[in-house]
């Protein structure tokens, strides 16, 4: 499927593109250059895959990341074109203007929101792993998918066990008063009540967990 | 190359990711599932191209969109994988918050800049294609890539001849003072004086701007 092409090579592929379009373009009359536009289903179709938004959402030190990062590499080991967005690539890049004030972490969201849109566009299964602890943030996220695209995975566990955890020591600090509206200690989380995928740390081991998120990937008809 | 998983599958797929990583996946000793990531090489990888940005800047009505379109449709066709960042995708969505004054159209260049970022590490070949008419937009843009994934591609038409065209009507607005700060009548256009590529929309036929790009795409070792 995949060609080099040669410059000597290109004037007839495009003439064939736009003459016949029969490998991933739609067929389309009277063709011209300004309607020569690939779709999301061409992108897709390339990849061979439905493209999807598993959103992630859970208490910092829920083991969001873990389970994301592994679902991500699982994927990508079996074929599928994959991108994890998370606070490391977003909040030092896209989103530093933002801090944590209320109308900053809906505006995280939100923005986190449409580059995962224009990722299912480009065609690929984009894992968004963030806190977004409201659910209004959440119902905004998927209100930019189509039906079936946008699979919230809940992952579920007790306050009590991500502090206890605190791989990052920001309860610690958060306890301390040094970060203020710290999602489970001075500002609320509000659990799914009808998350695609409620996935439960705790009881579950990594291997199910993921096994879970696969059983829900493969059930979704390509 | 493509494997549909069975939830039996996963728990072996899984030691064998986490203990030999023989397929895209980085070799490491001591693997955790939290080492367990997945690089944007190995992105890369299984879609077997070299992500790049090819940054498209030019006088609203130069063809910039057109032979974005073009090139992407051209190379989705060739089997890469690629994605047009425009103003059709990014203005309603990602920047439905910013105007048009300076300081909303420098935000609204940084934002796509590290979209197309995040899409490149993705593994993507990702177009956009904006006015972009200040020098230091652009330098800002391409500082956020490395060394030699930034393409910068001036599409150069003379003011005259875009606004002759004037497909969607802004320029007689702009005449007409409805449109402030419209670039190339009240706000300026600062030409690329070293641009990856420069192509002609008036002396080049479509057909030749491609032949360039591809060109350019294939001159770059993989």
Redesign the interface.
């Known amino acids: 499927?995949?060609?080099?092409?040669?410059?000597s090579e290109?004037?007839p592929?495009?003439r064939e593109?736009a003459g016949t379009r029969d490998?991933?373009?739609p067929r389309a009359k009277n063709i011209t250059?300004?309607t020569?536009?690939?779709t999301s289903q061409?992108?897709a179709l390339?990849?061979?895959q439905t493209p999807k938004c598993f959103w992630f959402t859970g208490l910092s030190g829920s083991g969001k990341s873990?389970i994301a990062?592994?679902f991500?590499?699982?994927l990508?080991?079996?074929?599928e074109?994959?991108?994890?967005?998370d606070g490391d690539?977003i909040r030092h890049?896209?989103n530093r203007?933002l801090g944590f004030t209320d109308a900053d972490r809906v505006?995280n969201i939100r923005?986190v929101a449409?580059?995962a849109?224009?990722?299912v566009?480009?065609?690929?299964i984009v894992i968004p792993s963030f806190i977004s602890p409201f659910a209004a943030d959440r119902e905004l996220a998927r209100s930019?998918f189509k039906e079936g695209e946008f699979i919230e995975v809940y992952v579920d566990a007790p306050l009590e066990e991500c502090e206890r955890r605190d791989t990052k020591g920001l309860y610690a600090k958060a306890r301390k008063g040094e970060l203020p509206n710290f999602t489970g200690i001075d500002s609320p989380f509000e659990a799914p009540s009808q998350a695609e995928v409620h996935l439960n740390k705790v009881s579950q081991t990594?291997?199910q967990c993921?096994?879970h998120l696969?059983?829900v990937l493969?059930s979704i008809p390509k």
């Open positions: 499927m995949k060609q080099n092409l040669l410059k290109v004037t592929i495009l593109a490998f991933v373009l250059w300004q020569l536009e690939v061409d992108r390339i990849k061979s873990t990062s592994a991500d590499a699982v990508l080991r079996s074929g074109h994959t991108y994890v967005l690539n890049g896209l203007d505006e923005r449409e580059v849109r224009l990722m566009d480009a065609g690929l930019l990594l291997e993921i096994a696969l059983g493969h």
